[in-house]
């Protein structure tokens, strides 16, 4: 297979880094890195429909590409793995499927570099591989597709590359950007090709970190162990985490006793992307929460009793999140406001007429993003993706088993289910108009023309009035005209009939005004009173 053009254009402008940086922190090294960063090795979460080969393949990747101290057989003791290859090391995650994925990104955990998306060639996309692809796309995660069972002879790749093509993934062959390498994850047919393929797109995004900053990461997975007590599995992403240091998350800290690489041996140091098993925390910290190190045992405490503090106010007050009543309260300034949506229907059918009339509705003023879209029951894989896309869910004829319910209710994710088409397109749409900034408009109330000037002990100047058109209101806004020229801009401090106080004055009548913090008005000066109205925008 011909080598993707990118590989080529990146090769002719000589950009790969070398894998070993051994310049210090605060000194720009020959390869030109910023100072105090370095490579550090991609980590990947290898996607897919179920029994499509996702196992397979990473269990083929780990036997094929071992580290030296993995030589003479696998033995998975965390949930990730590193895979040295060509000098290059790659770190893949173990645990997630596409659900925990999301679940994590949804917790603001951003650890995937890069998604492989293994479908099967004989199979062809199915409702997971769907689900996968777009879970790896509103994370904005680079896609890798490894097109598998290609041995098989009932495999048809081409049939693969136009169904992927058809949600946007688009193979470079064809003029695209998406990598697609036609692999056999049992025979290990073009397993290497693969792993080339997964390097260059780390390459093209320039993976950095500073061995020698502060230790910081998160967690991929945690138990509680009989005999161990707390254990976690821990990511670096910056620094370099040691033996005996002091670190916490969110819901946990302690001191670290031990710490055990992806093969089983202790070890006393971990840099970045390194993952690692530690022991010594006081209780288990939740999957996806952000360690950090600190200084002492003290400030641990202090920070743990803030924190179950500030959990309680957020128990109290759950922050909701977007809603079709919300959703203008939601807008960005500045930026086009986009109604995100997880749509799922009864059938086919009646999920492209939806897509369809959706699509339609979207304009400059307002967009809609269909995050994804599926046949079938609501479940905690939607909710989760909605959460973390921050979306609502639409459901025509569908409903949430009891798990996405309780975990929608959780997470403050808004479902909204329909029986009828035009309820939900008319919801929508309304939804829309409240995102869109209300039209302002000036609406002149009145005018009046100042006939007297009346200078009063202790209050100052009042101007005495005959209103010519229209009314005079007390809390209108007030523009002072002198000679066709606006001279004044401000409001009344007060509106008074002969010694009355009144709210408003209509056309015909004489008043006495005295403006706010203004009294250099003449005779003959012009007031017109004017208000703003807030008007909705609609899409028509």
């Known amino acids: 297979m011909q080598k993707p053009l990118r590989l080529l254009k990146i090769k002719q402008k000589n950009i790969f880094q070398p894998k070993k940086n051994k310049s210090r922190a605060g000194k720009e090294n020959k390869t030109g890195d910023v100072k105090g960063l370095s490579s550090r090795p991609p980590i990947i979460t290898v996607m897919g429909h179920v029994d499509h080969g996702k196992t397979t393949l990473l269990d083929r990747i780990r036997k094929t590409h071992v580290t030296e101290k993995e030589a003479g057989g696998i033995t998975q003791h965390i949930g990730a793995s590193r895979v040295n290859y060509n000098g290059n090391t790659l770190v893949f995650l173990d645990t997630p499927g596409h659900e925990a994925f999301t679940a994590m990104r949804a917790r603001g955990a951003q650890v995937t570099d890069i998604a492989i998306l293994v479908v099967a060639a004989d199979d062809g996309i199915m409702p997971q591989t769907i689900e996968a692809m777009n879970h790896a796309k509103a ?15 009932d495999a048809k790749p081409d049939r693969v590359r136009q169904q992927l093509s058809d949600y946007g993934l688009v193979p470079e062959e064809w003029g695209g950007d998406t990598i697609m390498v036609e692999v056999g994850a049992k025979t290990g047919l073009n397993i290497d090709q693969l792993l080339e393929m997964v390097i260059l797109v780390a390459e ?3 993976l950095r970190a500073d061995p020698c900053a502060m230790p910081e990461g998160t967690v991929i997975e945690a138990n509680l162990d009989k005999g161990k007590g707390p254990v976690a599995t821990v990511i670096v992403q910056n ?7 002091i670190i916490h998350t969110d819901t946990a800290w302690g001191k670290i006793r031990a710490m055990i690489d992806d093969s089983g041996a202790n070890i006393n140091c971990a840099g970045p992307s390194m993952p690692v098993e530690i022991l010594g925390l006081e209780n288990v910290p939740q999957p996806g929460e952000k360690f950090t190190m600190l200084s002492s045992e003290r400030e641990a405490r202090e920070i743990m009793s803030r924190n179950e503090f500030e959990r309680r106010e957020i128990d109290q007050s759950k922050t909701k999140r977007l809603t079709l009543e919300e959703l203008y309260d939601k807008m960005q300034t500045g930026e ?5 949506i997880v749509l799922k229907t009864d059938v086919q059918g009646s999920l492209e007429a939806f897509h369809s009339s959706l699509m339609k509705m979207s304009t400059d003023l307002v967009t809609i993003n269909i995050v994804h879209e599926g046949v079938g029951r609501i479940s905690e894989s939607d909710v989760m993706l909605a959460s973390a896309s921050n979306a609502i869910i639409v459901g025509f004829n569908v409903r949430p088993d009891s798990n ?3 975990i929608a209710e959780n997470e403050g994710v808004q479902v909204r289910l329909y029986q009828v088409i035009y309820d939900m397109l008319d919801d929508v749409k309304a939804a829309m108009e409240g995102m869109l900034e209300p039209e302002l408009r ?3 109330l009145g005018t009046a023309e100042i006939r007297e000037i009346f200078r009063v002990p202790k209050v100052g100047n009042i101007a005495g009035c005959r209103v010519t058109d229209g ?13 066709g020229v606006v001279f004044w801009n401000g409001e009344l401090s007060s509106l008074k009939h002969f010694k009355d106080d009144v709210r408003e004055i209509k056309a015909g009548n004489e008043c006495g005004l005295s403006f706010e913090k203004f009294q250099d008005f003449r005779i003959g000066d012009v007031v017109e009173a004017y208000e703003i109205l807030k008007e909705k925008k609609t899409l028509e």
């Open 404 to 406: 996405a319910k309780k």
């Open 442 to 444: 000036e609406h002149t």
């Open 336 to 340: 086009v406001p986009q109604l995100r």
């Open 239 to 245: 620094g370099t985490l040691r033996r005996g240091n």
């Open 471 to 483: 009314l005079l209101r007390r809390s209108a806004k007030i523009r002072l005209i002198r000679d």
């Open 204 to 206: 093209m995004q320039e």
């Open 139 to 153: 994370a904005g995660v680079p896609i890798v597709v490894a097109i598998n069972k290609i041995d098989k002879p």
